[in-house]
């Protein structure tokens, strides 16, 4: 009888036989293809990779561990901050790279170590910035407007410079410092301890609109650097020669995340009012649809103060590969309570009028009338996809009154704690988004989430006021329920302030503090159960 069925049924039975079954919650067998122009297949970019998954392929081991923070510096640990998104890979499985907005490390990650071995001040940094972040560890925030001005002095602009950045397989980093866009490399790249410069620099004031800020970079599947600007997207070669290609956008609108890159040089860009996907044809930055570029709004409009602007606070992030039935590019929308939003990123399958392919609410297990909003990217898995609150309180009101900036500094220990999370699943069967399960009771500050493949786990950092202080908690992808607990203390070095979640290879915890990354590898002697 199976004989008469077309490849389309055969896809469809497949699916049919997972939702009967329960196995692997409608899980995609594709995976992103690796960008060849990227230092490594992970990691070499800001979450993780071209679709901006947020999932990493280590296994990570279960139970609760107690991570003794510094002073005196117990963990290998590079001092960086105050922001240190993300521990980049190099092309050397040896090394990788720190960066935050004060200076840039090439940190020794062979045999255990995290040493950094050769570090550079990025232009208007200095070592009393560094100064500053250490004395936090002593000296604890007290007050609000103690709060403000450590901002102040750590990021006088009150953005966070250096966000999204790229490692390309020459092991060159790139990242936006001020409205330039840096390229650094080892001064021999045998000899890392010979340390690091910045090889070349764009101005890119001039391609940029006047008033206009840079947000970050990514990458094309060519290997062109991709320019995200706050109303613009640009094209550059990476040796900064011959032309840039710049698509406008909207006067009224803004961008504040990165990007995600199809491996057909599909670009998918969200502003706090429109979802793009432009493509870049080799030649032309295209958004005409006959290139198979589009546009489409999305629900927008109220604003938080624990929220930066008013528009999705997620980087797009692609879902569906290969053979999977369905391709899709999802965010969460900038609504009071957010829904989490699915788009055909490819032609409108017949039966459908709309690039919306499906919305679901996100209600985290909290009471009706919960503000949730979260400024963190969507993390996807095979179908699957989680997303986590960022919002204090029911009515959004328990920030400083200050800044986004200033509450993630003091969220916590001095304001109380986000809570709410809850993972959804994509069925391809019937075009439609579910949620898998919640949890009112973890909370995730202001980190990103991350996803271990290998383990089959969901992790988040959040603050929790039973004396544990901060915690990473490793939930099970399919159930929610608590798998892995890193207790990391009350004091700030806990605190991921906006950073992403990040394990190495080995399994151990690589927490970008914001103090620096640290290596928080402990002896399985002293795990315990949960």
């Known amino acids: 009888m199976f004989?008469?069925?077309?490849?389309?049924?055969?896809?469809?039975?497949a699916v049919a036989i997972g939702l009967m079954t329960g196995v692997g919650q409608f899980a995609s067998a594709g995976t992103p293809v690796p960008n060849p122009f990227l230092a490594a297949p992970t990691y070499a970019i800001t979450h993780f990779d071209s679709s901006q998954s947020d999932t990493f392929p280590y296994a990570v081991t279960g139970g609760a561990r107690t991570v003794a923070p510094p002073p005196p510096l117990q963990l290998s640990q590079a001092t960086n901050g105050p922001v240190n998104i993300m521990t980049f890979a190099s092309t050397?499985?040896?090394?990788?790279?720190?960066?935050?907005?004060?200076?840039?490390?090439?940190?020794?990650?062979?045999?255990?170590?995290?040493?950094?071995?050769?570090?550079?001040?990025?232009?208007?940094?200095?070592?009393?910035?560094?100064?500053?972040?250490?004395?936090?560890?002593?000296?604890?925030?007290?007050?609000?407007?103690?709060?403000?001005?450590?901002?102040?002095?750590?990021?006088?602009?009150?953005?966070?410079?250096?966000?999204?950045?790229v490692v390309d397989n020459n092991n060159v980093l790139y990242i936006?410092?001020?409205?330039?866009?840096?390229?650094?490399?080892?001064?021999?790249?045998?000899?890392?301890?010979?340390?690091i410069s910045v090889v070349r620099s764009l101005n890119a004031t001039t391609f940029l609109q006047p008033g206009e800020n840079?947000?970050?970079?990514?990458?094309?599947?060519?290997?062109?650097?991709?320019?995200?600007?706050?109303?613009?997207?640009?094209?550059?070669?990476?040796?900064?020669?011959?032309?840039?290609?710049?698509v406008t956008l909207g006067a009224d609108e803004s961008v504040s995340n990165s990007a995600a890159v199809d491996e057909n040089n599909g670009i998918y860009v969200v502003s706090d009012r429109i979802?793009?996907?432009?493509?870049?044809?080799?030649?032309?930055?295209?958004?005409?649809?006959?290139?198979?570029?589009?546009?489409?709004?999305?629900?927008?409009?109220?604003?938080?103060?624990?929220?930066?602007?008013?528009?999705?606070?997620?980087?797009?992030?692609?879902?569906?590969?290969?053979?999977?039935?369905?391709?899709?590019?999802?965010i969460t929308d900038g609504l009071t309570r957010m829904s989490l939003l699915a788009f055909w990123r490819d032609q409108i399958p017949a039966g459908f009028t709309n690039r919306l392919a499906g919305q679901i609410q996100v209600n985290c297990g909290l009471p009706a009338g919960y503000a949730i909003q979260t400024d963190q990217s969507v993390a996807v898995n095979g179908y699957?996809?989680?997303?986590?609150?960022?919002?204090?309180?029911?009515?959004?009101?328990?920030?400083?009154?200050?800044?986004?900036?200033?509450?993630?500094?003091?969220?916590g220990p001095l304001l109380p704690s986000p809570i709410g999370v809850e993972r959804f699943a994509w069925n391809p069967l019937t075009h439609a988004w579910a949620s898998s399960w919640a949890r009112s009771d973890i909370s995730s500050n202001s980190m990103v989430p991350?996803?271990?493949?290998?383990?089959?786990?969901?992790?988040?950092?959040?603050?929790?006021?039973?004396?544990?202080?901060?915690?990473?908690?490793?939930?099970?992808?399919?159930?929610?329920?608590?798998v892995h607990q890193t207790i990391l203390g009350t004091g700030i070095w806990g605190n991921g302030f906006y950073a992403v979640m990040q394990f190495l290879p080995d399994g151990a915890l690589l927490f970008n503090s914001i103090i620096g990354p640290t290596r928080a590898q402990q002896p399985s002697g002293i795990i315990n159960p949960l």
């Not at 936006?176 to 340390?195: H, K, T």
């Open 3 to 13: 004989r008469f069925c077309t490849v389309r049924s055969w896809r469809r039975m």
């Open 92 to 165: 050397s499985p040896n090394y990788m790279w720190g960066v935050s907005p004060t200076g840039v490390t090439y940190i020794s990650v062979a045999n255990d170590a995290f040493t950094p071995v050769a570090r550079a001040l990025l232009p208007g940094a200095t070592a009393t910035l560094q100064t500053t972040l250490l004395g936090l560890l002593t000296n604890p925030i007290g007050t609000i407007a103690q709060a403000q001005a450590i901002v102040a002095q750590l990021l006088p602009t009150g953005g966070i410079p250096s966000a999204y950045g």
């Open 176 to 195: 936006n410092s001020g409205n330039q866009i840096l390229a650094l490399a080892l001064n021999v790249p045998a000899v890392p301890l010979l340390g």
């Open 214 to 246: 840079l947000a970050g970079v990514v990458m094309t599947y060519d290997g062109k650097l991709v320019v995200l600007g706050t109303r613009s997207v640009s094209i550059v070669d990476r040796s900064f020669t011959g032309p840039v290609h710049t």
């Open 275 to 330: 979802l793009r996907k432009l493509v870049w044809t080799g030649s032309a930055l295209s958004q005409n649809a006959a290139d198979g570029a589009w546009s489409s709004s999305y629900p927008s409009g109220d604003t938080f103060p624990t929220i930066f602007g008013s528009g999705s606070g997620s980087t797009p992030t692609l879902m569906g590969f290969g053979a999977d039935p369905d391709k899709l590019v999802v």
């Open 384 to 411: 699957g996809a989680f997303v986590v609150n960022n919002v204090s309180a029911a009515d959004g009101s328990t920030g400083s009154g200050t800044s986004a900036i200033v509450d993630g500094l003091i969220r």
């Open 450 to 482: 991350a996803i271990s493949a290998g383990s089959n786990l969901v992790f988040t950092n959040g603050y929790y006021q039973n004396g544990w202080g901060w915690v990473v908690s490793g939930l099970d992808w399919n159930t929610g329920a608590t």
